[in-house]
Structures are given as C-alpha cells and as structure tokens.
C-alpha cells in the first residue's frame, strides 16, 4: 500500500528527524518533494474543512498558501494507517501520543491546532486521493 504526507512550514527545520520517524515505523520514503502551496493543493487537502468550520479553514490557508512544504510518498504494509500511528491520530498536537510526530513538532496551542507538523491522510481513500492531488499516481 502507499501514502502520502506533507511536512507543514512550521516543522520544517525537523524534517530529517521526521523523515527519519516515518522510516523507522516501518514505511519506505519512495519520493519526496518540495511543493509551494497554492490555493488548489490547499483547498484539495482541507475542503471538507471549509464547509464545516469556514474559520478554520482561513486559519490554514494563511497556514500554508504561497509557502513550500515537502510532501512524500511512502509505501508499506497498511501505510495509510502506519502513517496516522506515527504521526498522530488527533488534529491538534497536544492531544496526539507523546511519542507521534504531532506531538514532539506541532504547536501545542487551541487556537493554532492545525499547527501540527504534519498532514497525513485518515485513511487509504484519503490517501490516494492526496496522492492524485500532488500527481504521485494518475
């Protein structure tokens, strides 16, 4: 199975750590990249974000647009649900296992959760959808 996961502006000084953590959980980086954020990319990732919480999701695009973020593709046995255990199964970061990428590299604040080091799909659906938004499969 394969994944995909996008280091976020605020976590990219500990991208060799993080890389590093997805490795050691057993996933094989295939490919990473840099990636300016456009408004596309964006709203392709957090659009179920918008209509729920229109607020928030102003909150991420000032997060992300125009700014470079590396997003990777990973494969190994159940990656989608690898990736979500070692990078944490809670939106905000305080609220992840002490041990998750979330928690050791996000912003520990209510107001900044999106402010989580990583983005990381809940499933293998999402997956291959973020996965055909960065155009890692067709």
């Known amino acids: 199975m394969?994944?995909?996961f996008l280091i976020k502006p605020e976590a990219a000084r500990h991208k060799p750590k993080i890389l590093k953590m997805v490795e050691d959980s057993g996933l094989r980086i295939?490919?990473?990249?840099?990636?300016?954020?456009?408004?596309?990319?964006?709203?392709?990732?957090?659009?179920?974000?918008e209509h729920k919480?229109?607020?928030?999701?102003?909150?991420?695009?000032?997060?992300?647009?125009?700014?470079?973020?590396?997003?990777?593709?990973?494969?190994?046995?159940?990656?989608?649900?690898?990736?979500?255990?070692?990078?944490?199964?809670?939106?905000?970061s305080a609220e992840c296992s002490k041990g998750s990428i979330r928690f050791?590299?996000?912003?520990?604040?209510?107001r900044l959760q999106f402010c989580n080091a990583i983005h990381r799909p809940a499933d293998q659906k999402e997956a291959n959808w973020n996965l055909r938004l960065f155009g890692f499969i067709e």
């Open 53 to 92: 919480h229109p607020h928030v999701y102003g909150k991420i695009c000032k997060q992300l647009l125009g700014k470079t973020c590396t997003v990777g593709r990973v494969e190994g046995r159940k990656a989608a649900d690898q990736l979500v255990k070692v990078a944490g199964r809670k939106t905000a």
């Open 30 to 49: 295939v490919e990473t990249r840099e990636v300016l954020m456009t408004k596309k990319l964006v709203h392709g990732l957090y659009s179920h974000v």
């Open 2 to 4: 394969r994944s995909l």
């Open 104 to 110: 050791l590299f996000g912003v520990h604040s209510p």
